[in-house]
């Protein structure tokens, strides 16, 4: 057992009197590393082909494509070892399907390489991370073409690494994968489910229990996902090589018809292949999951509770029932009354993942329920008159009925995410056809939709987004590109051209804060599904904008009421900011912030969380009443009060959504390590790569000078934990055991310890 004890202090100014405060953090590692056992027998001449090497201590052998041209590109099969192969003899790991890989006729057939990388414990992601730099370093790789298979311990191991990076293997084909009879359940179908896998199993197997790759498959049916499932009738454990061979034993089941239907394993493996790869890869490699956590206490707890006791609940009748009576009862009585059944769905979806409240889930089941119960036949699930909806009025510049179906996807897709419903996805797509049908190619111009040049009606572009990330339908990504190529030839909006030129952000869509802010939103994940850079540094540049010029020491952007925009919720020029007339929009926090957890998530740096942390601490809970019902639209500076309002307002519906985001966004995973975005009380039970250690933040930040952080039961795992400065703070000392030593950020803005 190893233990590390660490002691952080860091000043920090404060921003109201200048005085110093202090902040201790104490953090305790456990690891525990296993000692494999003796070497095996050298082997025949099939062996050589895999030639020996080593990377930090990871030994691992390599075969290299028969007849190997440098100008051709090749893929990469990664090959995990089960139990026996554990070691650092660099022999052991080469198992009974590595030898009919290695046969001429098959190096032939199907060209490539073959990595078998040999570890001395359960596979995570410290191997993952070797594994991608071997890869990395090979000549005439296809990165979109990378694939991953193991058997037992292997194939429990494909599914860790997998799930770590979703992103990185183009297959999977784990055999005997789903853990011993006494493993908790370690695998998270919604996070696999677009992965192409072939899974393998004896029925007769009783190592590792072929039910719970029956309900694996399951769990695969009902989200629709891509796996196969291949059944060897009879047999008990030892099947590892007949998944390259085959056998007549063997019976296969398809989860959905997204399912290549290709009998032949090796044929169907090098068929598989990643989109745009190539172009996004430098983002996914620095992706920044969050981690399902609880919350113990602190400041962030009991405004997350105010809003989850209080006024969730009073949304659900308030007004009349205002959340779906203009549904229900058409035409509505606000012009964007449809946008807050959306709006709640999000906040309250993710405030059930959290708590699982029995009560809470039924009330949502409903809501759920009643909204789809109002679609209409062509797929129009707004709550305007006939002849005022956007389908019949494509040109009306005051509507927000696109608007509204854009939050009404959002939500949808939210709670779907978690409670996966293919009438929900059904309802989704039809609405998204409707919205297709009427501005897509060579139909009307969706900037002449709603107000200031469309802006509000392109907010949809992450709605369209998000259903193409869910169905993988073409259509919906071909819609959203068509969304931006409309932005771009409306005069007054083009803010894709704007940021690249680095303009200032008041000038598209008159600077219209929240709805240009979600704009970005959709960019971001345009980026994430084509891997276009342009859209990427769009965000990037309109964030940079946003954080030197319009953000107001609160965290909150400013907007200003100027003649050249016509409205106090639109971004000013920064010459024009007057702390006594420029105001905070609760909708621009909320959304601002969202701006910040998606840039982590997407980036892992460190700034994002600084300032989505800034905004939460300081402008969102300022917008937030301690009765827990009523929210501020605007917050000023020097404010003689605050005007809190109990009724049902776009804002009051966005501050709790961004409680809810921000508390998912306190513990991730990113490079193979642990990462601590904020220091708020909580704590995580983590995933099976970190050996399921639970990890506890204790302590009142942000208001007291002492943070303890602790980690036990992380058995058999080494892993990197990573921190940050909280804003406008600095590291002052660091010490293990006792010692001093120094710590420096990575490139990504954080403090890493190994």
Partial sequence: MINFRIKW???????????????????????????????????????????????????????KPINFDASNRYPVIVSLHGGGGRGTDNRKQLRGWNKPLA??????????????????????????????????????????????????????GTNILIQIDPGYFAAAAPSAGTGLPDTEAFIDAAVIKDIPIWAFHGDQDKVCPYERDQQLF????????????????????GVAAKMITGSDNGSTQLSSDRCDPEPVFLKWLFAQKLLNHEKSSKKLNGLWRPLHRMQDGGVLSERVELW????????????????????????????????????????????????????????LKKIVERLLATQE?????GTYAEKKRFYRVPADKKSWDVWSH??????????????????????????????????????????????????????????????????HEERFLTFAEHIVDCSENAPGLRLMGAMLKKKDVSGPGDGKAYQLMANLLGYLLLYEHTGDERYLKTVQNGWENIKAHHVYVTGGPWSRHMSYNGNKECFALPQDFDPANSVVETCSTTTWIQLNLHLLERTGQARYAVEAERAVFNALMAAQYGEGIDWCYFTKANEDYRLFQGKITCCASSGPRALEMFSRYLIGEVDGGVSLASLVPCSAILPEAFGKAKIKVTGNYPF???????????????FALEFRDPGDARLTSARINGEDIALSKNDRGFYRIS
Wanted: overall charge negative; aromatic content about 10%.
């Fill in 218 to 237: 399951a769990e695969m049916q009902k989200l629709g996902g891509n796996m196969k499932l291949t059944t060897w009738a009879g047999d008990g454990h």
């Fill in 377 to 381: 036949s062509n797929g129009y699930l």
């Fill in 406 to 471: 854009r939050y009404n996807l959002y939500g949808l897709l939210t709670y779907e995410r978690f409670h996966p419903d293919d009438r929900i996805v059904k309802a989704c797509e039809r609405m998204a056809d409707l919205l297709i049908g009427t501005f897509g190619e060579g139909k009307a111009d969706i900037t002449d939709n709603g107000t200031r040049c469309g802006i509000s009606s392109t907010t949809v572009l992450e709605s369209i987004n998000m259903l193409y990330e869910r169905t």
């Fill in 308 to 363: 989850e006791n209080n006024r969730l609940w009073h949304m659900v009748d308030a007004e009349d029932e205002y959340l779906l009576s203009g549904f229900e009862s058409r035409p509505g009585r606000h012009p964007w009354q449809g946008e807050h059944v959306g709006k709640w769905l999000h906040a309250a979806t993710l405030a059930y993942e959290r708590t699982h409240d029995e009560k809470l889930g039924e009330i």
């Fill in 9 to 63: 202090n860091f000043n920090m100014k404060a921003s109201r009197r200048g005085e110093h405060r202090w902040f201790a953090l104490t953090i305790l590692l456990l690891a525990v590393t296993a000692i494999g056992s003796a070497q095996e027998k050298t082997s025949q001449d099939w062996v050589k082909l895999y030639e020996p090497h080593v990377h930090k201590e990871m030994p691992y052998r390599l075969m």
């Fill in 704 to 718: 007291s000078p002492r943070v303890g952080i602790r980690f036990e039961k992380a058995h058999d795992k080494n």
């Fill in 103 to 156: 046969e001429e006729q098959r190096r032939t057939d199907y060209p490539g390489y073959v990595l078998a990388p040999q570890a001395n414990s359960l596979w995570d992601a410290t191997h993952l991370q070797n594994i991608k730099d071997v890869v990395a370093a090979l000549p005439s790789v296809d990165m979109n073409r990378i694939y991953i298979l193991g058997h037992s311990m292997g194939g429990h």
